[in-house]
């Protein structure tokens, strides 16, 4: 290689770190571990633990417990409540949600439409009582569902978060795109794909995350 050549090639180089250390994007890894038992008369509990890496991977992000509460009401609606505690440098988060789903079948296909409430307020760690940061959305998110085998299903969904305020635009976008396999009964994996414009900001920033949910599905205790 000659000195002109080793001399682009330093330079496009260059120009690409800085390119990348002035983007407002980011590659996250989202990794997490979920239990669900049914119950009778429709409902079921999930518990999941979730662990975030952010800064292109880079840097641990905290931790997320949550806990949802189903209730199927028949076969085309259910409602739902959660929560979720993060942990999230030195500080806690706890985030409230009431929501409802609505399904159609179309031959194969599952259209499931499920608008939801989320409150979020924000505590020092050091005193859970004290809290600050409160924020309010609206997430309606429209979701396709089809199964290509009997072990694998894949899916995609659209979900805008509203800020609930005098704005009525879209805070911000968590668009996802995924499959789950059925490794042995009631045990399936979850890779996902996940694109998430943030327009909450000046400059639009645009998070790119790779998860794994592992998802363990407990049988529903018969009745005797």
């Known amino acids: 290689m000659n000195k002109k050549s080793l001399l682009l090639l330093l330079l496009s ?17 989202w990794l997490g571990l979920s239990i669900k038992k049914p119950f009778n008369n429709g409902f079921s509990i999930t518990g999941q ?20 509460l189903d209730k199927k009401i028949n076969k085309n609606f259910n409602i739902e409540t959660s929560y979720r505690l993060s942990i999230i ?35 020092a760690s050091d005193d859970i009582e004290t809290s600050y940061n409160s924020k309010s959305y ?20 659209l979900e805008p978060f509203y800020k609930i305020d005098n704005n009525i635009n879209v805070n911000w976008w968590q668009n996802a795109l995924g499959f789950k396999y ?21 400059q639009l920033r645009t998070n790119y995350i790779l998860g794994l949910d592992i998802e363990l599905n407990l049988k529903k205790q018969k009745n005797y």
Do not use: C
Request: proline letters at 4%.
């Open 13 to 29: 180089l260059s120009l690409t770190i800085n390119m990348l250390a002035q983007s407002n994007t980011d590659t996250q890894l």
């Open 49 to 68: 633990y979730r662990v975030r890496r952010t800064d292109n991977i880079s840097t641990f992000k905290g931790s997320y417990f949550y806990l949802n």
């Open 89 to 123: 440098d030195n500080l806690l988060y706890h985030r409230y949600a009431l929501g409802m789903e609505a399904q159609v079948k179309a031959g194969n296909h599952k259209f499931i439409l499920r608008p939801m409430v989320q409150y979020q307020k924000q505590a």
């Open 138 to 157: 609206f997430r309606p998110r429209l979701t396709w569902k089809t199964d290509i085998s009997d072990r694998i299903e894949i899916y995609a969904s």
């Open 182 to 202: 059925e490794t042995i009964k009631n045990l399936k994996l979850n890779p996902y794909f996940i694109w998430q414009p943030d327009y909450s900001h000046n």
